[in-house]
């Protein structure tokens, strides 16, 4: 089972990119699924999660502007990413967690760059 990310680039400031996370349906079903990024020097950060409940949470810098989202078939997830800043430059990653029978499981994705710079 893999986590296959998608759709970084380099876009000018204020502009837009929508990335996607695709994996198994039956996996991201029982998972929360969550963006992550990491910025040259700095640590991962969570950038958005969305729960298999279908709650969504967003760290404080990106609220407002991004939308974490689920596809209608259960195999994706995407980041909408508007009103993109310098400071989201970074690479990006998707990560699925989740429980059974009392152990913790997470898969990663690759991750994909996204730059943002006029």
């Known amino acids: 089972v893999q986590l296959q990310a998608s759709g970084g680039g380099l876009v000018q400031p204020g502009g837009s990119l929508k990335l996607s996370c695709a994996g198994s349906g039956s996996i991201f079903s029982i998972s929360t699924i969550g963006w992550y990024r990491q910025a040259p020097g700095k640590q991962r950060e969570v950038v958005a999660t969305t729960t298999s409940g279908g709650s969504r949470n967003y760290a404080d810098s990106v609220t407002g502007r991004f939308t974490i989202s689920r596809d209608s078939a259960g195999n994706a997830v995407y980041l909408q990413m508007n009103s993109l800043k310098p400071e989201d430059t970074a690479v990006y990653y998707c990560?699925?967690?989740?429980?059974?029978?009392?152990?913790?499981?997470?898969?990663w994705g690759q991750g994909t760059q996204v730059t943002v710079s006029s």
């Open positions: 990560n699925a967690a989740w429980v059974r029978l009392n152990k913790r499981y997470e898969l």
